[in-house]
């Protein structure tokens, strides 16, 4: 009998408009566009304007995008899963209000939180299901609304972020395409580095904690990114390692969009050319958990079937990991 892999088979994506450019954050906080791209590759990053607008929002687009592309019918599709750091409430999920906007009648939902790395975490998922045989398709959306839980007037976290949505469907391949392998790690030690410290459970929401603008993401830029280099670098290369391949065997390093330098680092320590690294990071800044299907629904055009990508992805908490994939169609002109 053959085995059963978890391929992608649709991509979608949706940004939002307005455009936050470099020039205007000057306005805000003590920075320059040279500072801005020579630490970290960001250009400028899209922001979702408009009242009452969320996380759903952007996800719903995406999807949108994803079924009007590929054909799919929604009241086909088993799962939808939204990876997201901002959902739209804090116990409602996001993933089953998309769903029920998108058509997908059949289908059960749930949100993944693991910061940077929830689409990736996500994939995991996905493939695991559809591995076991019990569902044939899964609707992988990474959405996040990261201008509604930054401080503007904090340099060291909104010269990064923006806002965005990516979508992938996960169906059943007979041949052998699709995901191959992953390593996903974690160490809670992170959470003292990249955290929100008021709005959970430890600290609920009072008049205090939001006027000391403890509702917002702080960040300890160094330590984020000394862990970060070495443990995207470290996860990519294991990945190689385990699998049997080298440089020459890898078509696209699909990593993480949070800073220029660290997606390079990991480029190198796998031994991949520029030309065969993903990037978006200079149009969107860090979307989150949208920079890994953005990623693909920018290249889309590029990929051919059977091509070997290699995922890496690093998140608060802290967490990281890596997965191999190959892709499993050549897209329609």
């Known amino acids: 009998m053959t085995k059963i892999t978890a ?7 949706y940004v939002p408009d307005y455009i936050l450019t470099n020039k205007e954050l000057e306005s805000y906080v003590d920075t320059n566009d040279e500072w801005i791209t020579s630490r970290t590759g960001i250009k400028e990053r899209r922001i979702l304007k408009g009242e009452g607008l969320g996380t759903s929002f952007m996800a719903i687009k995406a999807a949108e995008d994803l079924l009007q592309k590929s054909g799919t019918n929604a009241a086909e599709i088993d799962l939808v899963i939204v990876a997201t750091a901002t959902p739209d409430l804090p116990v409602a999920s996001t993933a ?3 769903a029920t906007k998108i058509g997908a009648i059949n289908a059960f939902g749930y949100d993944l939180q693991a910061a940077c790395s929830s689409f990736l975490y996500g994939m995991s998922n996905a ?3 559809i591995e076991s045989g019990r569902y044939k398709k899964i609707l992988l959306i990474g959405a996040d609304k990261m201008s509604s839980i930054i401080n503007y007037e904090d340099r060291a976290t909104c010269i990064i972020f923006g806002d965005g949505a990516g979508a992938a469907l996960f169906e059943p391949n007979n041949e052998g395409l699709g995901l191959q392998d992953e390593y996903l790690r974690s160490d809670g030690i992170g959470r ?4 929100i ?3 959970g459970s430890i600290m609920p929401p009072t008049l205090e904690t939001v006027n000391a603008k403890k509702h917002f993401v702080y960040q300890e830029g160094k330590t984020v990114f000394k862990y970060a280099v070495s443990n995207m670098a470290d996860v990519s290369e294991k990945m190689l390692t385990r699998n049997n391949l080298t440089e020459k065997d890898i078509q696209w390093l699909v990593a993480h969009q949070a800073n220029k330098r660290i997606i390079q680092a990991t480029a190198n320590r796998v031994g991949v050319s520029a030309d065969k690294v993903m990037m978006n990071i200079h149009k969107y ?3 989150t958990s949208a920079t890994l299907p953005l990623l693909l629904a920018d290249y889309e055009d590029q990929l051919k079937k059977g091509d ?3 995922f890496a992805a690093f998140g608060g908490g802290f967490t990281w990991g890596s997965i191999y994939l190959k892709w499993a169609y050549n897209t329609k002109n």
């Open 7 to 13: 391929a992608i088979s649709a991509v979608g994506k």
């Open 96 to 98: 089953v209000y998309v």
């Open 127 to 129: 493939a695991s299901y």
């Open 192 to 195: 003292d580095f990249l955290r």
């Open 197 to 199: 410290e008021a709005g």
């Open 285 to 287: 800044g860090n979307t």
């Open 308 to 310: 070997n990508l290699i």
